[in-house]
């Protein structure tokens, strides 16, 4: 039974740090490219970050690049997204993604349509 299970969500000040880690059962985890995304109500869910199977490859959404850090212990089968200074935009569910990617350790997915495999997220809330 494949199931991804993210956690370290919670409430912090604008300004603060946070990690989220979403661990992956089920799935043979170094093949697998992973990426988080976040929705709030009445939003269509946003891409945040993206990490190759090796993590030799990473990209992030502007909003967040240079405040946000995504890796990966593929020998604990987790990802993990490492949060600072952050902000009440910040605010939101996030979920964890996992797409298949056996072929290729530098490939990425920006899109929410690429994964297969979907964790039900950790609520983010940041206070101003």
């Known amino acids: 039974q494949v199931q991804l299970a993210e956690s370290g969500g919670g409430l912090v000040q604008a300004g603060g740090t946070m990690r989220l880690s979403c661990v992956v059962s089920?799935?043979?985890?170094?093949?697998?490219?992973m990426a988080w995304f976040r929705q709030t109500p009445n939003q269509e869910r946003e891409f945040v970050a993206a990490i190759s199977n090796l993590a030799r490859t990473t990209n992030y959404t502007h909003s967040v690049k240079d405040r946000f850090i995504i890796s990966r212990d593929n020998n604990r089968a987790t990802l993990y997204l490492q949060m600072n200074s952050l902000k009440p935009e910040d605010t939101s569910v996030y979920y964890c993604?996992?797409?298949?990617?056996?072929?290729?350790?530098?490939?990425?997915?920006?899109?929410?349509?690429?994964?297969?495999?979907w964790g039900l997220g950790t609520q983010v809330t940041v206070s101003s």
């Open positions: 089920g799935l043979y985890f170094r093949t697998m490219a």
């Open positions: 993604a996992a797409a298949r990617s056996e072929f290729s350790s530098t490939r990425i997915y920006l899109n929410e349509n690429e994964y297969q495999y």
